[in-house]
């Protein structure tokens, strides 16, 4: 069985930073897209950012130049690397293998606000 764990998150001040990692167990991680995906209160979950086992991005118009996703596959492990944070950045974040996904985790609160 699949699973999916974010940690990370937290309540930082706009143009803050924070890193998230999400742990993947219960699967063969090795050849997988994943991908970060966000959702904000009363919004459908958006993706934010994808990476294939070579280390190609692939990231949405709303987070470019700011987030960066990166993994580590000996630790089958994804992150993303998110800075200048503005208060649209709100939402829980989720972390799930890219088109196909598996079932989703808890994810990881993150709330911009001053």
């Known amino acids: 069985q699949v699973q999916l764990v974010e940690s990370g998150g937290g309540l930082v001040q706009p143009g803050g930073s924070l890193r998230l990692s999400c742990v993947v167990s219960?699967?063969?991680?090795?050849?997988?897209?994943m991908g970060w995906y966000r959702q904000a209160p009363g919004k459908q979950r958006d993706l934010v950012a994808t990476?294939?086992?070579?280390?190609?991005?692939y990231y949405a118009d709303s987070v470019k130049g700011r987030f960066t996703i990166s993994r580590d596959n000996a630790k089958n492990t994804v992150y993303l690397q998110m800075n200048t944070l503005k208060p649209e950045d709100t939402a829980v974040y989720y972390c799930n293998r890219y088109s196909t996904n598996w079932n989703w985790g808890q994810g990881t609160q993150v709330t911009v606000s001053s």
């Open positions: 219960g699967t063969i991680f090795s050849g997988t897209t």
């Open positions: 990476i294939n086992w070579f280390g190609n991005t």
